[in-house]
């Protein structure tokens, strides 16, 4: 019997090859990018046009992979590590000053630091890459030493007779020269890699203006407002313990 009997004959246009991936069928779309874009700003705006213009049929998606998967895991590398970090670090103050509130008025500086990294990438006009989260973890380790400098020669004061507001009036100004002077030797060292002088550096300009942003926000916020955090605490916390020896 002919085969024609069975069936009608039609040509189709059909790829040459039929890739699987975890027993799915997938097709694959690649592309580069245009000078001047990023990968996460593509990205971003891939996903708001098919989520406007494509309606996929019953069983079919669409998932990003090459850099962009990259980028993802290696991001949640770098927030784990942001996360450890600090988890870490609060532990050790913890135990070096033997209190818990204390180390919260170091890690204050973390967060003035932060401030300063998101500042000095939007003034400079550069996204938050993977070289910018780079640069916030190693912003994390730089700025608490200022704090800590100021915090540990402020409990030495206090521990020698002094009051609070006389302890932070004798650490604020002995303790300035060298904050100054560590905080100003960072950001000279990573000036050459934030002008981005040559091509190698021009493209990873994030790490080190996330670095002097956040030296320098934190250097001059933290000589302000961890003074002013640590005063407001420790004279309440004294105050509460007056009182509970009145009382007994």
Request: charged share 15%; aromatic share 10%; net charge positive.
């Amino acid at each position: 019997m002919p085969l024609a009997a069975f069936c009608t004959f039609s040509y189709h246009a059909a790829p040459l090859q039929i890739q699987h991936e975890s027993r799915n069928r997938v097709a694959r779309v690649a592309g580069n990018l245009e000078p001047g874009y990023s990968l996460v700003e593509v990205i971003s705006r891939l996903r708001a046009n098919i989520a406007q213009n494509i309606v996929f049929p019953e069983g079919y998606s669409y998932e990003f992979t090459g850099q962009q998967q990259l980028l993802s895991d290696l991001l949640g590398q770098i927030l784990m590590a942001v996360f450890l970090a600090i988890l870490f670090m609060y532990m050790i103050l913890a135990s070096l000053y033997n209190s818990f509130l204390q180390p919260f008025y170091i890690m204050l500086s973390i967060l003035l630091a932060v401030i300063g990294v998101f500042l000095a990438l939007l003034f400079v006009g550069i996204d938050l890459d993977v070289y910018g989260y780079i640069g916030l973890l190693l912003v994390l380790g730089l700025v608490a030493k200022n704090a800590i400098l100021l915090v540990d020669f402020t409990n030495r004061n206090r521990a020698k007779g002094a009051s609070i507001r006389k302890a932070l009036l004798i650490a604020g100004p002995i303790r300035l020269r060298p904050i100054l002077m560590t905080s100003f030797a960072i950001i000279f060292g990573m000036l050459p890699l934030a002008l981005g002088l040559n091509e190698g550096s021009s493209g990873r300009q994030a790490m080190p203006v996330a670095v002097i942003g956040g030296i320098l926000t934190s250097t001059f916020l933290t000589l302000l407002v961890v003074p002013i955090v640590y005063e407001w605490v420790e004279t309440r916390l004294e105050r509460r313990r007056r009182r509970k020896k009145s009382m007994g």
